[in-house]
């Protein structure tokens, strides 16, 4: 080994073959689920997967599975197949690629464990909704949507009873699709385990305030599988517990994950998977680190919702105000938090194609930043998982010219 | 038919329209989805205005929408912006599709309008909890409204907007029922114009116009029609030129499942009972549009009813482009079709396009080899 790979090898982050491991294994598990007599319900991913938990259920995320696509570089085949059936290519291309692999069991893995029941919150977007729909149509399976009404200003009362009694609904759904009665001691350990792992998901990505960063966004990124999968199991508890040992210990031991940091970054909106590697070079290159972000902080943003002795009272309110389910205003201020708190010198926005309710509104989000902080905003036009909407040259000079301001800055500072 | 000219003039100047409305009966109320309850912003006193673009370039609009937002909602905040809208007191935001959510933001902290209100609608209308919800968002927003009109909505006012807008939803599928019996009854730019001025007009004048063009179309002895008969599909559908192309090409849309048409107006609403049920009744149970939820084939089986009804020989999917509820239900929309050997065409549309350009050649072939 030489001194290099030996510097490297320090950086990596140990948990992450755990983290695979884990992951295998719980596919494995939704794989077989027919063969051991357990039913799988796919969810969207900002869908409360708690009942799911605590009824046995194998809960499968296509948006999860689109990501995979997407870093395997097999999202543009599957999206042309989508096309092929009629499906515009202006749409998400989580859908396009799920519609699509499920007609030719694409994918990395050959396609998703068939769905016993589907189950589709709206607190993402209206896509998911047309999305289940089709698989709905597909599968042939009972669909249940928790609608949860969109807080533009406010979380009104209205809204509050309304979710909490589709929670009702929710369970009732359950207990028929599996014909058992639903069990609330369960509910109530798998809440407090969905509770703890949310809560050590945060710490994790707070260990990133530390300077210089034990991890970055796109680690964030990696390992935001298990929050939004395993929620609610001991398995993500222990592993989050795990993760953030060692994030400590690479604090203590001054081991940042790039070499030398100097910038500190803020990214916006979901990952461009299947250019994760070159983007953190990129940035690396420059001495920057992406410290944070607000796609994979979504997943414990709601905390100060939840009661921990009483999940499912909580649910409505924690379900209903997540990021994306939120004003503009409300987000921007999510952001400008989110700055201050990381300490960051730019902020680096995503306008992804496939997803409208996280990039409309992103312009106006930019000027606020940029009215109330002064910090250097730049705005790359890709798509998280259709590589045509991306343009590697364009991206990279916009890249060099954003950071040659944050250079200037610092040197004016 | 000279009594279809003012909505001609309507469509043609709806600036000039609002104006004249502003300084007769006053405060304008603008929306740009059918979802809006009309009835409840007439009662209250202001004019209820459905908000089209105007087409213009997309100048301002840029710094607040990528290019990747339908032309519907980039050239409604266009206008806005440019103030081609300082007519209006305020806007209301019925919950649909995701780019008019993001709009209604948008719209919330760039505008500088007396009023504002996001109407927050269900997005499932087939469950009870739904309805429950759906009746406190329209109590809700008729507190706005009294708010902001600084008086009360009585029981009487909302009983004679019902009974209003039932008598203009009536006669407006009367004449749609006599275009489709007849369909050289009536130019399909005439029948577009009435539809459109029907959204923006005066609604006391509109309801007496549209009385005497039923008298009149019922009186009249068209002659036999040979031609197509189309159906028109999708979201709005704001381009006059279709109907022109599709006439000269030998056919006619004799009915249609637009939010600018049947979807909007089909139906009415129970009089003797409570409003605010009854107007709960009209939203959740409507034709539905694709950013709601009553069922996983509710609007292939309605188009397919329709198709039946009608009698039709093929249908038009008219959608515009970035728009992804309809994108979404098109494929099955059209695979239902097709198990029925029903012909159909699909057009993207972009409202910015100035014409049909090359989309005419396409409607052409498509007529003829229905
Ligand atoms: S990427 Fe955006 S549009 Fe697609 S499923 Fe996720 S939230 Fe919805
Ligand atoms: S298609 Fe739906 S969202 Fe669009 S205007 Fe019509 S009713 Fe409103
Ligand atoms: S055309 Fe489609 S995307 Fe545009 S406002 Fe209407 S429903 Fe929304």
Known sequence: ???????????????????????????????????????????????????????????????????????????????????????????????????????????????????????????????????????ARHFNVPLFILDTPICHTDYSREVESYVRRQMD?????????????????????VGRLAFQGQKLWQKVLKTTTHKPSPMSAFDAFFFLALIVTLRGTQIAVDFYEE???????????????????????????????????????????????????????????????????????????AYTRIHL???????????????????????????????????????????????????????LEADMVDPR????????????AFMEIIKQKEWVR | MKEINPFHAAINDPGGLAAGIKKRSGKILGYMCSYAPEELIHAAGFHPMRLFSSKSDICLAQNHLQAYCCS??????????????????????????DSIQRLSDIWRLNTKFNFFADVVMPTKLNTKSARTYMTDVLKKFKTDLEKAAEHSITQNDLQNSISLFNRIRRDLSRIYELKSQFPSIIKGTDLFAIIKGSMIMDREELAQRLETIVLLLEKKDPPPYSGKRIILAGSICDMQDIYKLIEASGGSVVADDLCTGNRWFEGSMPENIDPIEALTARYADRAICPAKHSGNTTRGENLLALADT?????????????????????????????????????????????????????????????
């Open chain 1, 1 to 135: 080994m030489t001194d290099t790979d030996k510097k490297k090898d320090k950086r990596k982050i140990r948990a992450a073959k755990k983290m695979r491991e884990i992951m295998t294994t719980y596919y494995l598990d939704a794989m077989t689920a027919r063969e051991n007599n357990k039913k799988v319900a796919w969810i969207t991913s900002g869908g409360p997967v708690e009942p799911l938990i605590a009824m046995d259920i194998i809960p499968v995320y296509p948006e999860n599975h689109g990501a995979m696509i997407g870093a395997s570089k097999m999202g543009e085949e599957l999206c042309i197949k989508a096309e092929e059936m009629g499906y515009s290519q202006d749409l998400c291309s989580y859908a396009r690629t799920d519609i699509a692999c499920c007609k030719v069991n694409g994918g990395p893995m050959g396609g998703l464990p068939q769905p016993d029941m589907l189950i589709c919150c709206n607190n993402i977007c209206g896509t998911v909704l047309k999305w289940y729909e089709v698989q």
């Open chain 1, 169 to 189: 609904e929710y369970i009732i759904f359950l207990e028929t699709a599996v014909d058992k009665k639903f069990d609330h001691d369960k509910m109530a350990e």
């Open chain 1, 243 to 317: 993760l953030s040992l060692e994030m400590e210990e690479r604090i203590q031991t001054d081991i940042s994950i790039i070499p030398h940091e100097k910038y500190r970054l803020l990214w916006d909106n979901l990952p461009v998977w299947y250019q994760l590697k070159w983007l953190s070079q990129k940035f690396s290159d420059h001495n920057a680190c992406l410290v944070a972000d607000t796609y994979t902080s979504a997943w414990c943003s709601a905390l100060k919702y939840i009661d921990e002795n009483n999940f499912l009272d909580s649910m409505a309110q």
């Open chain 1, 325 to 379: 389910n939120i004003g503009v205003d409300q987000m921007a201020d999510q952001v400008l938090d989110m700055i201050r708190t990381y300490d960051v010198d730019g902020f680096v926005m995503h306008s992804n194609r496939s997803c409208k309710p996280y990039s409309f509104g992103q312009m106006d989000i930019m000027n606020i930043v940029r009215k109330k902080t002064g910090i250097p905003v730049v705005m």
């Open chain 1, 389 to 400: 909407s991306f343009s590697l040259s364009q991206t990279d000079t916009r890249i060099d």
């Open chain 2, 72 to 97: 519907l909602v980039r050239g409604v905040l266009e206008d806005s912006l440019a103030g081609r809208l300082d007519y209006l007191e305020g806007m209301v935001f019925p919950h649909t599709c």
């Open chain 2, 310 to 370: 009608h009698k039709v020989d093929g249908v038009i999917f008219a959608t515009l482009k970035f728009c992804d509820p309809h994108a979404f239900d098109y494929p099955y929309m059209k695979e239902f079709l097709e198990k029925s050997s029903i012909k159909n065409l699909h057009l993207e549309l972009d409202d910015q396009q100035q014409g049909l350009g090359q989309l005419s050649t396409r409607l052409e072939t498509f007529i003829h080899m229905i």
